[in-house]
């Protein structure tokens, strides 16, 4: 099935089994902008979950915060994101759509990298064993030639980003003849930047009201608290600031589902360090958030890093850490050394001396940053993409299953009584009302036990357990695994201990 295929599947996959609506979808839905239905609730705060203990409870020196998403406008100004926080659209005049221009050259510069792969894809076919995969990419005239046409493209592509020349950017979507997804024509306007951050006002009266903005990020929170927090926790640098809450950003395009949402989630994680240290806490944290991924068992090959070559101004190094969706690698968290740019700025804006006195050494400074920050979204639906399965069964049928990290999953166990009568769904109720102050239990007694095991299984609920007319004889009932789809037979006295360690948080947090 082509990836594009899957990807509309997912997407219905999570509307039908309640993980994620369109919002307002009564009034057919508000672009970009989704709600989470009563599983995907579950698995949005598991996956917080993960992260805030990750950082907070296994880590000292980390502490939360929950900082309000109105803030005083004169942040924004101080961060740079009044001036800065803008990207480059172009509109098709025929269509009347509107692109982000550096997303339309991406695009094209991936589709040069795409004719590469599937140059070499061929030859993988034709040659077989014998294949010399390097070779080929050094030899072969079509791989060449578009190696060096993707090369030039984002070369120049790069050096007007960096100087933010707007003209250029309209002269490569002309010059490469990027032409409109919707009217196939090339009649573009001119590239203007454009300010993510949407305004809102506080006051009563239109006279006394003042402009503010709903924050595009929550790390600004964090470091307007840093002096709050370092004083009144006694923290020693080198210490670190957790926040999750939501972000609002007015994307220009809103594409891929969850993935680019104008009101999302995030949770960040500013560490502040000694001035001089950061680019080795800089190597740690990519590899300490690098480990908490990969402890979900999706396998290394489906993550990548992505340094940046183009740096923010604030910035001395960066990395996204990119995961393998449908439509490609793509981000879901970035690693940034900030340098002492926000917590300089605040200063500056406040009037206020934002600083560390070290003990130690007696010296005051300001502290360096390095920052973690990861989306929810994009962290549930690269989950989604990975779990979803379509598994042939013996027998020709089809069963669709959400293989979802077991402590990640929204229900842990399906009791289910086998009929309807004979005391069976009175005892299945006894069996819940023991285990479902363990974990996430939930009861089902509607249609055949086959239409409720694929029930389970589409949303991704890792055990059920059958209580049938022998359970009222020997207490024992039928556990099911998800994955397997295999059955034992166990007594009811051992469930809690059979599930509760393979599905708790615990267990995964001590792969980390
Ligand atoms: P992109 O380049 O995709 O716009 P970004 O580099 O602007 O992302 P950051 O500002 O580094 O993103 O934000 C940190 C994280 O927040 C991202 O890695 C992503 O997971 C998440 N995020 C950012 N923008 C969005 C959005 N519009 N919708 C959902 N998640 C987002």
């Not at 908490?292 to 604030?314: I, P, S, T, V």
């Not at 940034?336 to 560390?356: C, M, P, V």
Request: proline share 3%; charged share 30%; aromatic share 10%.
């Amino acid at each position: 099935m082509a990836q594009e295929d899957v990807f509309k599947k997912i997407v219905s996959h999570c509307k039908e089994y309640g993980f994620v609506f369109p919002s307002s979808d009564i009034y057919d839905g508000l672009g970009a902008v989704y709600d989470y239905g009563q599983n995907g609730v579950e698995l949005k705060n598991n996956i917080k979950q993960y992260w805030w203990q990750s950082m907070v409870l296994l880590h000292e020196n980390i502490v939360g915060i929950d900082s309000a998403v109105f803030m005083h406008p004169t942040i924004w100004k101080a961060s740079g994101h009044v001036d800065a926080f803008n990207d480059p659209l172009i509109d098709n005049r025929d269509s009347k759509k509107r692109y982000r221009a550096d997303v339309l050259i991406e695009d094209q510069v991936a589709k040069y990298e795409e004719k590469i792969e599937k140059e070499v894809a061929k030859a993988r076919k034709r040659f077989g064993e014998a294949f010399d995969e390097a070779q080929f990419r050094a030899t072969n005239a079509r791989v060449l030639e578009n190696q060096q046409k993707r090369d030039a493209l984002h070369q120049r592509y790069s050096d007007a980003m960096n100087a933010m020349n707007l003209e250029e950017l309209k002269q490569i979507i002309l010059d490469e003849e990027i032409a409109c997804p919707i009217s196939g024509t090339r009649n573009w306007t001119d590239v203007r930047q454009f300010n993510l951050m949407f305004k809102t006002e506080v006051g009563s009266t239109a006279d006394g009201a003042s402009t503010i903005y709903l924050r595009p990020e929550t790390a600004q929170g964090i470091f307007v608290n840093y002096l709050n927090v370092q004083k009144t926790g006694r923290m020693k640098v080198p210490f670190g600031i957790a926040q999750i809450g939501k972000a609002f950003r007015n994307e220009i395009v809103a594409r891929q589902f969850i993935f680019r949402m104008r009101e999302f989630e995030q949770m960040e994680m500013q560490f502040f360090v000694k001035p001089g240290t950061e680019l080795e806490w800089f190597e740690t944290w990519k590899n300490t958030r690098m480990a908490w991924h990969q402890a979900l068992g999706f396998g290394a090959e489906n993550y990548r890093f992505h340094d940046h070559e183009k740096l923010a101004h604030y910035a001395n190094a960066a990395s996204d850490v990119e995961f393998r969706m449908p439509f490609g690698f793509k981000e879901v968290e970035g690693i940034h050394s900030r340098t002492n740019f926000d917590l300089s700025q605040h200063a500056k804006f406040s009037g206020r001396k934002i600083e560390y006195f070290d003990p130690e050494t007696n010296e005051s400074y300001t502290p360096y940053v390095i920052e973690t920050s990861i989306g929810v979204d994009r962290m549930f639906l690269s989950i989604m993409c990975h779990s979803y399965e379509e598994e042939k069964l013996e027998g020709g049928e089809t069963r669709v299953v959400l293989k979802l990290p077991a402590a990640l999953a929204p229900t842990k166990l399906a009791v289910l009584p086998l009929v309807k009568k004979d005391g069976l769904p009175e005892k299945a109720r006894e069996i819940m009302q023991e285990l479902k102050f363990h974990f996430n239990c939930k009861y089902d007694e509607k249609d055949s036990i086959g239409k409720r095991y694929r029930r389970q299984d589409a949303v991704g609920t890792p055990y059920c357990i059958t209580v049938d007319h022998q359970t009222l004889q020997d207490n024992c009932v039928t556990l099911r695994n998800r994955d397997t789809m295999q059955q034992e037979r166990v007594s009811v006295e051992s469930l809690r201990s059979l599930i509760e360690d393979k599905v708790s948080l615990t267990s995964l947090l001590k792969k980390l």
